[in-house]
């Protein structure tokens, strides 16, 4: 066997212990995901959320946009949007199906601008809980790809 085999072993066992000693939490839950290309979402759609650039815990699932949370904590949710001139979202963040946040991003006065909304939440939850973004009020939301961003971390 090699030394950098017998390494990532005795890595991985120390790994192991920690987590049995210092429990789940002492790891980091924190994500942050971005759309792909221009998205056209229907009102009531969960916004998917596919390239993602962190997902330390694995509680943000790419293919349904969700976070479930792994644990029982305060966390911080953040998100942003860019709507094509002329477009618009209302981006609500939606915990196990009650809106908690949301944003305005309406661009259809705006001639050839493109307009941005963000916002940022602090909530307690519960392990499972389901966390997500939808559009909560337009008729569709137009937005624009890596401007598009979703992120959260467990802060305790």
Request: proline share 4%; net charge positive; glycine share 12%.
């Amino acid at each position: 066997m090699s030394k950098k085999f017998i390494k990532k072993q005795l890595t991985a066992l120390a790994d192991s212990v920690n987590m049995i000693i210092e429990g789940p939490n002492s790891f980091p839950v924190a994500f942050h995901a971005e759309m792909g290309p221009r998205k056209t979402i229907d009102r009531g759609q969960t916004w998917i959320y596919d390239k993602v650039i962190t997902n330390e815990g694995n509680g943000y699932n790419s293919a349904t946009g969700k976070f479930i949370a792994p644990a029982k904590g305060l966390y911080l949710f953040a998100w942003s949007s860019l709507s094509d001139p002329g477009k618009q979202s209302h981006a609500g963040l939606i915990v196990n199906g009650k809106m908690m946040g949301r944003q305005s991003l309406n661009n259809i006065h705006g001639g050839s601008k493109w307009i941005t909304a963000g916002n940022t939440i602090i909530l307690v939850l519960q392990k499972g809980d389901n966390v997500y973004i939808k559009d909560v009020h337009g008729r569709v939301a137009e937005l624009n790809g890596p401007w598009t961003t979703f992120s959260g971390v467990q802060l305790g």
